[in-house]
């Protein structure tokens, strides 16, 4: 395996450790929401997370390497931070936030995987583009929650 695939391959893995980590802090906030609107945009959202971790490890599967199929020790230790946070949430105000923080992270993912791979061969640039645009749906379903205060 060539250098290249193998730095494609761990950022590969990095995306899908987040996509791990937003899945597992997401199933956190549906378990505190009380909001039936929030709730079922959390449940969207962690149908298109399941999605993206089933394509991020088809990708990484093609270049013949192995996903992690959890989010790592470090990741754990951050899941672990994150269910405090969720607890200590008193209003589904706190649980938006923590969730367009969340979906920040995870566009911010995106684009720096986009920019270190310069020119991104096609197939992953689409599904990285399909992961900004579910992104950015997550996002703008949980402003409009925001705004119209649930």
């Known amino acids: 395996m060539n250098a290249e695939n193998e730095v494609m391959i761990r950022d590969l893995n990095e995306l899908l450790r987040g996509c791990h980590m937003g899945a597992a802090a997401f199933r956190e906030y549906l378990v505190q929401a009380q909001s039936e609107k929030l709730r079922e945009t ?3 959202s962690l149908q298109r997370f399941e999605k993206h971790e089933t394509e991020l490890t088809s990708r990484i599967n093609a270049y013949g390497a192995d996903a992690p ?6 990741a754990m230790l951050s899941q672990a931070a994150e269910k405090i946070k969720v607890m200590m949430a008193d209003s589904d105000e706190d649980i938006l936030n923590q969730s367009l923080r969340a979906m920040d992270m995870g566009l911010k993912a995106c684009h720096d995987f986009i920019e270190k791979h310069r020119p991104v061969p096609e197939e992953m640039l689409f599904v990285i583009h399909e992961l900004q645009q579910d992104y950015k749906e997550v ?3 949980l402003t409009e929650l925001k705004l119209n205060a649930l």
Do not use: H, I, S, Y
């Open 139 to 141: 996002v703008r379903e």
């Open 42 to 44: 959390l449940n969207r």
């Open 69 to 74: 199929d959890c989010a790592g020790v470090m």
